[in-house]
């Protein structure tokens, strides 16, 4: 099977972030493969495992992007392309992204893509199904379970906590969500292994693409951080006061009765 991963590097939410002038700095932030995209690599390689054939990963970014694709690598990827973007696109969104994939996977014939069900920095979980719709393939979105045989392939959905079963048929685009899979951590022998593997880099030029084709249809006008929660405040004496105290504090302080 020709199996695809679409890898997005996303800041690290779990580290501190900061934000100025409506931007998040790189400089402070950590970078990591977006969980969800974890979940798709894994069960690429489990895939491949099973039936034969070949995993490579795909990234649209720059070259700082190389280091998540070697991780991916020693996970057990195969192959790696990173479409670099730096020097040409300036601004991107959904958009940008999934036009460069629809064109670079145009000469490919792909069985299978897997891409993260969101990715834990923009979040809109827009760039799989717009790829699948450009390149006219079927597509299942938050799938938690994927089992191929054939061309058939029987999948569960993931329907915010209940189960969908679909039956579909390949060349198919999935999204992976929690649940599918636990992802694996690169062994010392895959880190060492990576190194070597093919990792390969294009242009928008090679995909025979200019800035115009790929031009944002959005604008992100601010990024800002939630405001800072306030203290939380324990009730303290008879119930029945109690009681009294936080009626009055939510008709009189927080306005919500
Ligand atoms: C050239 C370029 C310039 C950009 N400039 C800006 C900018 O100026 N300001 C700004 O805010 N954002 C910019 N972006 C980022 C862009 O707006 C989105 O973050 C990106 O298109 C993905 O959308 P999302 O984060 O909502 O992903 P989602 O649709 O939520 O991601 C779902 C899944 O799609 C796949 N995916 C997403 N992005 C990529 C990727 N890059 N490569 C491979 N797979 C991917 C992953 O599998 C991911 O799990 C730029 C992007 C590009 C390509």
Do not use: W
Request: proline share 4%.
């Amino acid at each position: 099977m020709n199996i695809y991963v679409l890898l997005k590097r996303t800041f690290d939410t779990e580290e501190k972030i900061v934000v100025s002038d409506g931007r998040i700095e790189d400089e402070s932030a950590e970078y990591i493969i977006n969980p969800y995209d974890e979940y798709a690599v894994e069960e690429a390689i489990k895939q491949r495992d099973e039936h034969g054939g070949e995993v490579t990963v795909v990234t649209v970014g720059d070259e700082e992007a190389e280091k998540q694709l070697r991780t991916a690598l020693a996970m057990g990827m195969d192959k790696a392309v990173l479409i670099n973007t730096e020097d040409d696109v300036e601004a991107g969104d959904q958009f940008t992204t999934a036009k460069i994939l629809q064109t670079y996977f145009e000469d490919k014939e792909p069985d299978l893509i897997l891409a993260g069900n969101v990715a834990i920095d923009e979040a809109s979980g827009q760039v799989g199904p717009r790829l699948a719709e450009g390149l006219g393939i079927n597509y299942v979105t938050t799938i938690t379970a994927l089992e191929i045989d054939g061309d058939k392939a029987n999948i569960d959905k993931d329907v915010e906590g209940d189960v969908e079963k679909i039956e579909t048929s390949l060349p198919l685009l999935a999204t992976c969500q929690q649940g599918l899979n636990d992802p694996r951590y690169p062994s010392l022998p895959g880190i060492m292994k990576a190194k070597k593997k093919p990792l390969e880099e294009l242009e928008i030029d090679d995909l025979d693409l200019d800035e115009d084709d790929v031009e944002a249809k959005t604008e992100t006008i601010n990024v800002f951080l939630p405001p800072e929660k306030e203290a939380g405040r324990i009730l303290e004496g008879e119930i029945d006061d109690q009681v009294k105290e936080l009626i009055s504090l939510l008709k009189d302080d927080a306005k919500v009765l």
